[in-house]
């Protein structure tokens, strides 16, 4: 195993720097790959770059910021040469990162998302709030570079607001979560588990592909996956699903056929949305749930300890009284 602790501070900064400007750019490209067109504007219904870098900056601090406009750079010299505009959406694209982090950071954020408090403040601070910053930046920045007509800037707003606040709500959580992730001990919730999976895998295609729109059937998937398995099981159900519905929305077929292209855009991100909120805010409820009843369980078995400590302490009172008479 490498020790990195051993090398020099300034190497340790650029490997870091380059590692997550390189994950930022795969995701990136990972997001781009499922573009959408609604009324001749190109967006992504979800982009993956915010989750990775409101992830990295809540596990490794601002140390990550040069990593992140550098990713961002690449993402944006990948799609043509740059100009003016370019940079600014690079600096957009950095700042609501770094914002989402200085205000989960203020109201006391947990990165394990343990308390529902974390889970309101990831979605409504993080995603939501912060996001504005990266949407109003890059729309502005193409419509003073003349890049956006400006009937279209509403519309690409929305798309890139809710595209970057679903990145958020979608892809910071399953980073958290993969990065406390240890291997639990062999159980019988092994089995339910890997059918879970099977099942979500198999069913979520065939609802998706269906040409009766059944998106309403998934739901029932995510609050199972969600009470067996909080964050760890409704994440990555809610994920796998938001992918599958943006790959048959730009296929155009099965519950996003015959439908406009505003029509497909506002029904896509209106289930991604709710699907993310359900799985965090759905998560967060029940884990904290279960953390409050082992914490009363501790507590009642201490106390079980010290009644019977202090019973034990008193029968043997009276015997040592009556020894010290005998001598």
Known sequence: MVDFRAWPRPVVLLCGTLLVAGVYYAAGRLGLSQ??????????????????AV??????????????????LLVIV??????????????GNTLAPVCSYLML???????????????????????????????????????VAGKLPSDDAGLIWLAWWVGDAMGVVLVTPLLLLLYRARL?????????AVGL??????????????????????????IWSVLRFQLAGGVPCALFASVMATVVAREEVG?????????????LQAFNGTLGLTALLLSAVITEQLN?????????????????????GGSQSPGGASGGDVR
């Not at 998302?113 to 890059?138: E, W």
């Not at 009843?293 to 400590?309: D, F, K």
């Open 35 to 52: 573009q959408l067109t609604a009324d001749g504007a190109v967006v992504t219904p979800i982009w993956p770059p915010t989750g990775v």
């Open 55 to 72: 992830a990295c900056l809540l596990l490794f601090g601002a140390r990550c910021v040069p990593g992140i406009a550098l990713g961002a």
């Open 78 to 91: 990948s799609l043509g040469r740059p100009g003016l505009e370019g940079i600014g959406i690079v600096a």
């Open 105 to 143: 950071r203020a109201v006391g954020f947990r990165v394990s998302l343990s308390r529902l408090r974390d889970g309101l403040a990831l979605v409504f601070l993080g995603a939501l709030t912060a996001m504005l910053i990266s949407a109003g930046v890059g729309v502005g920045m193409l419509a």
């Open 184 to 192: 639990p001990p062999a159980s019988a919730r092994w089995a339910e």
């Open 197 to 222: 999976a099977l099942l979500v895998g198999f069913l979520v295609p065939l609802i998706m592909y269906s040409s009766v729109s059944l998106l309403f059937l998934v739901y029932p998937l995510l």
């Open 255 to 267: 519950a996003f056929g015959r439908l406009g292209d505003i029509e497909t855009m506002m029904r």
């Open 292 to 312: 409050t009843r082992r914490s009363v369980e501790r507590a009642c078995q201490e106390l079980v300890e010290a009644l019977q400590h202090l019973n034990a």
